[in-house]
T-cell receptor
Framework: GDSVTQMEGPVTLSEEAFLTINCTYT??????LFWYVQYPGEGLQLLLK?????DKGSNKGFEATYRKETTSFHLEKGSVQVSDSAVYFC??????????FGSGTQLTVLP | KAGVTQTPRYLIKTRGQQVTLSCSPI?????VSWYQQTPGQGLQFLFE???????NKGNFPGRFSGRQFSNSRSEMNVSTLELGDSALYLC?????????????FGPGTRLTVL
């Protein structure tokens, strides 16, 4: 079945550092790929998505590229801020509107 | 446009009771999905409804059920609560059209079973 493997956390960075959170997936067909972010006490917010190979999703300085050859969708940001502290989830979606999530990566950014 | 709303935000129940959670999707969204989030199991899919019909179901016991109304609002019910049902329950809605696989989540209902 479909699965998502996500970089183990927690990740602690200083403000303005470069961020990479690794995500690889196993799926049949050509799923859409997503990154969601969860702030404390809140639900999930869609951060970015990509629907086909070589698509790049981007939002709020975050980027991720759909790499079919390596089945990866790594999240990157060039300069993190304290406000980026949250839990990040990689997910893949199929035709049945059932998202399969990774285990989440806790990011803490220190001033 | 208002986002997905869920009520109540917090619930405390005791073992053996039942509970009903409510979700109102984004206006115009007809698909509603439910997920359970726990520290041990992460985010797990419960079920998905479209036009009042359950189209997809995750691997949960029959104690977990749901329904959708003609206005697309959805409810989920958990009967005979167990301690392990303590979790954050998230509802998500999906738009019609080309972005139909994109899900927008509500704030969740935090259920504590004592």
């Amino acid at each position: 079945g479909d699965s998502v493997t996500q970089m183990e956390g927690p990740v602690t960075l200083s403000e303005e550092a470069f961020l990479t959170i690794n995500c690889t997936y196993t799926a049949t067909g050509y799923p859409s790929l997503f990154w969601y972010v969860q702030y404390p006490g809140e639900g999930l917010q869609l951060l970015l998505k990509a629907t086909k190979a070589d698509d790049k999703g981007s939002n709020k300085g975050f980027e991720a590229t759909y790499r079919k050859e390596t089945t990866s969708f790594h999240l990157e940001k060039g300069s993190v801020q304290v406000s980026d502290s949250a839990v990040y989830f990689c997910a893949l979606g199929g035709s049945a509107r059932q998202l399969t999530f990774g285990s989440g990566t806790q990011l803490t950014v220190l001033p | 446009k208002a986002g997905v709303t869920q009520t109540p935000r917090y619930l405390i129940k005791t073992r053996g009771q039942q509970v009903t959670l409510s979700c109102s999707p984004i206006s115009g969204h007809r698909s509603v999905s439910w997920y359970q989030q726990t520290p041990g199991q992460g985010l797990q899919f419960l079920f998905e409804y479209f036009s009042e019909t359950q189209r997809n179901k995750g691997n949960f016991p029959g104690r977990f059920s749901g329904r959708q109304f003609s206005n697309s609002r959805s409810e989920m019910n958990v009967s005979t609560l167990e301690l392990g049902d303590s979790a954050l329950y998230l509802c998500a809605s999906s738009p019609p059209g080309p972005n139909t696989d994109t899900q927008y989540f509500g704030p969740g209902t935090r259920l504590t079973v004592l």
